[in-house]
């Protein structure tokens, strides 16, 4: 638990960046949100090469980085991920994850209520809510549509992925 409220604490300190790109994830009208993504990136300007993104290597974000990844490693040592997702405040529409390959793992921090990932089959069909407040849930985000539901206060989502 001393690993989560770290990764919180400093979660909390960032100014966080919009992003205003990943189309896939907003909500009709919304023109971007507080989010960032750590560790290796595909940009469209280099024909599917994997880079580390900017902020990877500047050294605010490293720390952030370093403390993230022990988080992970203490749920699950053999885990292999290339990148992580910081969400701020973010309330996901239906979609697949574009970029992923396999399974991801998603954790939510904060004080908020609400907030469950959605998960639907592979048909779009038949919503199971799971509860990821303080709880890794492991899933297939690039063949099974989902989404966020509805939450209130302080949420914050981690989601550790392969390119």
């Not at 189309?23 to 599917?48: A, C, D, I």
């Amino acid at each position: 638990m001393r690993q989560k409220q770290l990764v919180l604490n400093m979660l909390r300190e960032f100014i966080w960046p919009q992003t205003k790109y990943r189309f896939n994830v907003m909500r009709e009208g919304q023109t971007g949100y507080e989010g960032f993504v750590l560790g290796l990136v595909k940009p469209r300007h280099m024909s599917g090469r994997k880079v580390p993104s900017n902020k990877t290597l500047r050294p605010k974000y490293k720390q952030l980085f370093i403390e993230t990844k022990k988080l992970m490693k203490q749920k699950d040592l053999g885990f292999r991920f290339t990148s992580i997702q910081f969400n701020k405040n973010h309330r996901t529409v239906k979609h697949k994850d574009a970029k992923n390959m396999g399974v991801s793992y998603i954790i939510g921090l904060g004080d908020y209520t609400g907030g469950d990932l959605i998960v639907y089959d592979k048909d779009g069909k038949n919503p199971v809510y799971h509860n990821i407040k303080n709880r890794f849930y492991k899933f297939d985000g690039s063949k099974l549509p989902h989404e966020t539901a509805p939450f209130k206060g302080e949420r914050y989502t981690i989601v550790f992925y392969s390119i």
